[in-house]
Structures are given as C-alpha cells and as structure tokens.
C-alpha cells in the first residue's frame, strides 16, 4: 500500500507494460509451436549448447521466483488479517497448500476457478461439483460440469478410462 500512495498511477502502468510484453513471448511462442509442432524448451535443448541451457533454466528458475513471492507474501497477509495468523506460519501454509494441490494432481484430482456460480470472481480454487445425468457418460458429464464452472476445456482433453 504504501508504494500505492508513493507512486499513485505509475504502479498499473508497470503491470500493463509487462502484461504487453507477456502476449508478445505467448504469441511468438505459440507460433513456434505451430510451425514447428515442438515446444520452446524443447528447441532449446536441440539447438543451444549444455551452459547457455544451464543459465536459461536458472532465469527461468528466478522468474518463477520472482512471480510466485508476491502471491504467497498476499496470501499470508490474508491469513493474518483474516484469522490472525503470523506472516510466517501464513507462508509455511501457502507453501503446504501449493505442495499438497500440485500432489493431489498427480493422482487425478482436479481444482479449477469459477466463472459462474457462488465463487466467481473470487479467485478460489475449488474442486469442480455438479451431477451427472441419467445415462451420461462420465467422462462427458466432467467434462460438461468443468465447461459450464468455468467456461474452459482446455484441460480435458482424453477420457482417462479409454
């Protein structure tokens, strides 16, 4: 906040400047994918030698960094005005919650964010519910239930039974 009251409106423009700048490396990576049918890290690993791959897995490494320390400093800030809870333990908790999410994946749980319904706009992440018809298919009756939470299908692609 009190950068906010320091530098008023120069703030936004910062995030708009890198959000234009994001869209630039998103389009011209999406068009390498396209042309050549391989993904950015992967050209990287055919066409740059063993250090130059080295030092672009370390910045890609801070830049996560970098991106991911806001979100748990807020998120700890949250826990700490909502429940009291020490900016420590807040991050400790993030960090735990992240882990446990990215475990949970890997057994085929699946969180998403709605674009409808009582938590839209929100920014919680929720395990996505509803019901299945009457002879639906399951995998369908997911995918339709993830579609109408949050107006995406990206990430069902392939039936995990088939």
Partial sequence: MQAGANHGYELPWIIVIGLVFALIIQS????????????????????????????LWLLAEVAV???????????????NILFHISLWIGVLLTGFSTLL???????GVLVVQEKSGRFRGTGVWKIPTGVVDEGED????????????TGDMGHLLASPLS
């Fill in 28 to 55: 011209l990576a999406a068009n390498l994918g396209v042309s050549t049918e391989k993904h950015l890290a992967e050209l990287c690993k055919v066409e740059y030698p063993k250090y130059v791959k080295l030092c």
């Fill in 65 to 79: 960094i970098a991106a991911d320390i806001p979100e748990v400093i807020g998120t700890a800030f949250a826990l």
């Fill in 101 to 107: 999410l990215i475990g949970l994946q890997k057994y």
């Fill in 138 to 149: 399951i995998f369908k009756a997911a995918m339709r239930e993830v579609k109408e939470e």
